[in-house]
């Protein structure tokens, strides 16, 4: 049974969520389902949901939202969840940038810097990245400036009809 007061006290994390192949909008829904259930973390915020082109990358475009967990994981145990999760979800990687059924990715864990063979923190290509900043905006405005979102402008993203969860079960608060 998840514990959501152990782990509203944990940090704030941020993680960028990506979908590019089969039912995108379940798998990312899935994907915040299993997190919630998890003991140690609390999916606190949802940000609106994004379509974007691939970036150098093929296939059709991508699903992306970024959520905001509070956890007491350390980084690296939350790294394993998130790839349990995304192996859940089928993601095979038969190539660098392949598409992907499911891509889950750690933005910011609290204030920590991260530089480890398997985990840099923040993520080392979030700033080129409009499909993690607008939605990261979305939740955080006061920490993604105006000259960030300037700067990946020109990147084709949108926001998605409606673009909103609705009609998606639970784990969107
Ligand atoms: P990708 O195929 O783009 O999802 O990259 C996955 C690899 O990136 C994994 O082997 C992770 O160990 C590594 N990695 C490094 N930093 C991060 C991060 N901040 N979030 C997620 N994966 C990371």
Do not use: C
Request: proline share 9%.
């Amino acid at each position: 049974m998840a514990d959501p007061v152990q782990a509203e006290a944990g940090v704030a994390v941020f993680i960028g969520l990506g979908a590019n192949l089969g039912d995108r909008k379940a798998a990312l829904r899935d994907a915040l389902a299993a997190l919630g259930q998890m003991p140690a973390i609390k999916v606190v915020r949802v940000s609106p949901l994004y379509g974007s082109a691939p970036v150098d990358a093929g296939g059709p475009d991508y699903l992306n939202a970024v959520a905001e967990l509070a956890t007491t994981l350390t980084p690296q145990a939350l790294l394993q969840a998130l790839q349990t999760i995304e192996q859940a979800a089928g993601r095979e990687r038969p190539y660098r940038n392949a598409p992907r059924t499911l891509d889950l990715d750690i933005l910011w864990f609290g204030d920590r810097v991260i530089d480890t063979p398997e985990l840099t923190v923040p993520h080392p290509r979030m700033a080129e990245r409009a499909f993690v900043l607008r939605p990261l905006a979305d939740l955080e405005p006061q920490r993604v400036d105006a000259a960030a979102l300037q700067a990946v402008a020109s990147q084709d993203i949108h926001p998605l009809e409606g673009s909103d969860w609705a009609g998606l079960a639970d784990p969107v608060r």
